[in-house]
């Protein structure tokens, strides 16, 4: 079933393509001729096509509701927002536990081959994100006095904390599930999903700010976090259905050797880079104007999430494929895969990050005359971003390759280099910060971009396929 439907997915494709292809230049007209003949390219393009529809309107709409938001609380308001967000990312990752990235690969893997593994995988993932999402967001609540007065030095939040901790539960529990649907290779799903959240989040957004400030913003978070976890829900559901999966809470115990050997890496690996962006954030809100510092570069990084959204989002799409590839055992397609993404996330970060560069200044000017000075934070991020993107098809490299041990200690390599560098620019405030991820980036950038390529090197001309992660656990 869920072959016919894919197959019909891609017939809609290619009419499209050949339109395109007359009006295009010669050389690209024989780059659409061949993704024209590649079943595998058209499956990813498809799958690109979604992903960047609904992610440029969602983004959009968040990025213009972010600049209003910024008008109306001011820069020390703004930058409260963005601790408030820091923490709850960090505990997102902690209540997630690397569960999204297992449903997302045991999905993709199992789900023609072995259906009945995928919909236990799936429904562990699901059991404990829901019980480390309750625990997590339990503890932040009842302590939300100590964390404001604390580690934040805020105690005029605690109420924002409170809030933070239901927006953790959904958060932590819409992570998982949109996981799983990249399995599913559901993105004209989530490509909805997103718009309809996106489309619900601006109005309210601006709304609440304006007539409740900051504790209005966060509860359009909360609002557009639950609608979220709902939507993916019930096309999660819809997805089993069509390809033959029992979603279902019995029986999922057996599959629990996938949190030690798969998740717990994943989870030490995002949890390092998590910590180390809030021990930068808790530490810059303590120094003078802190707040105001944060808010300023809070502002510059939402234009990172632009600049970074669409290629991590088809970064996204390289898991399901090549776990897919994997599962059917189709090396070669599955070396072309990674090489050709890696141009293509590259490309688009440099696309972006050129023009926000050039008009970095009437960018920041958008945000109210109190954020016009952080123009060079976000020249700085524009340059950063790149490198991240660039990095992203590396580490799903590392992962596909098996180098678990290698991905987690370059983690925390990065997380430790992070805090050095902070050590050495915090002085500088938000514009040190910036620093330090865009010097952490290129250090890494030289030392693991010809560290992967050559164990990959070594490994496709050895002739031999890399050991399966998990198969037939």
Not at 59 to 76: D, H, N, Q, T
Not at 102 to 113: D, I
Not at 218 to 230: G, H, R
Not at 252 to 268: D, I, N, T
Request: a positive charge; aromatic letters at 12%; proline letters at 4%.
């Amino acid at each position: 079933m869920e072959l016919s439907f894919r197959a019909k997915s891609l017939n809609n494709i290619a009419p499209i393509l050949s339109g395109v292809q007359k009006k295009l230049p010669a050389f690209l007209q024989l780059l659409v001729e061949r993704i024209l003949r590649s079943q595998l390219a058209c499956r990813f393009l498809k799958g690109a096509l979604w992903v960047t529809f609904g992610s440029v309107i969602s983004r959009g709409l968040g990025l213009l509701a972010s600049v209003a938001v910024a008008r109306i609380l001011g820069k020390e308001r703004y930058g409260e927002i963005g601790i408030i967000q820091n923490t709850v990312v960090m505990l997102t990752t902690f209540a997630g536990f690397g569960l999204g990235m297992a449903a997302t690969k045991f999905v993709a893997e199992c789900r023609n081959s072995d259906p009945l593994k995928a919909g236990r995988v799936l429904a562990l993932a699901s059991a404990v994100t829901l019980a480390t999402s309750g625990a997590a967001s339990l503890l932040l609540f009842f302590a939300a006095p100590w964390v404001s007065a604390h580690a934040l030095s805020a105690p005029q939040l605690t109420e924002a904390v409170r809030i933070a901790a239901v927006l953790l539960f959904f958060s932590g529990l819409n992570s998982v599930q949109l996981s799983a649907l990249s399995g599913f290779e559901a993105f004209r799903a989530i490509a909805r999903i997103n718009i309809l959240c996106g489309a619900m989040n601006f109005p309210l957004m601006l709304g609440a700010t304006y007539y409740w400030g900051l504790t209005g913003a966060l509860w359009t978070f909360v609002v557009t976090a639950a609608s979220n976890c709902l939507l993916t829900q019930i096309a999660l559901r819809e997805e089993c259905h069509r390809a033959g999966i029992i979603y279902s809470y019995r029986g999922f115990w057996p599959e629990r050797a996938v949190l030690a050997r798969f998740s717990l890496p994943v989870f030490v690996s995002g949890l390092s880079g998590t910590c180390a962006d809030w021990i930068l954030n808790a530490t810059l809100v303590k120094q003078p104007n802190g707040f105001s510092e944060l808010g300023l570069f809070n502002a510059a990084r939402q234009w990172n999430a632009l600049m970074i959204f669409v290629p991590g989002m088809l970064a996204a799409l390289t898991l399901p494929v090549l776990s897919n590839l994997r599962g059917e055992g189709n090396f070669s397609q599955f070396k072309k895969i990674l090489l050709f993404n890696s141009f293509l996330l590259s490309a688009l970060a440099v696309a972006v990050a050129v023009p926000v560069a050039c008009f970095a200044k009437p960018i920041m000017g958008l945000y109210g005359h109190q954020f016009a000075a952080g123009w060079p934070i976000l020249m700085i991020n524009c340059f950063y971003c790149v490198l991240y993107s660039s990095s992203i098809v590396v580490g799903q490299a590392m992962w596909s390759m098996n180098l678990v041990k290698e991905g987690v200690a370059f983690a925390i390599g990065r997380s430790l280099l992070i805090l050095l560098l902070w050590n050495l620019l915090k002085g500088k405030g938000a514009t040190g910060m910036a620093w330090t991820y865009c010097l952490t980036f290129v250090i890494q950038t030289i030392c693991l971009i010809p560290y992967v390529w050559c164990r990959a090197d070594r490994l496709f001309h050895s002739g031999k396929q890399p050991p399966a992660l998990l198969i037939g656990l």
